[in-house]
């Protein structure tokens, strides 16, 4: 589980520094899809202060792409 939990937290931390430097939608996908499964591999293993951190940083990024949206319509 650890292997998991190193790949998801590395996937996420690159995608969330291209999301923060873009700002663009195609990066906050593999930003958020890494970090939601990074912070359940987290709670899995017992590490509950990281996962609440890392489920954090991923709602910030939805709601910031959620925010963008709603101006679409």
């Not at 910031?64 to 709603?70: H, Q, V």
């Amino acid at each position: 589980m650890q292997k998991s939990y190193l790949a998801y937290r590395a996937g996420f931390e690159k995608g969330e520094a291209a999301y923060r430097q873009s700002g663009e939608a195609k990066d906050a996908g593999g930003a958020y899809y890494c970090g939601i499964n990074a912070a359940a591999v987290s709670v899995f293993s017992g590490q509950l202060p990281e996962a609440e951190s890392l489920a954090r940083r991923v709602k910030q990024i939805c709601d910031a792409e959620l925010g963008k949206a709603a101006g679409d319509y």
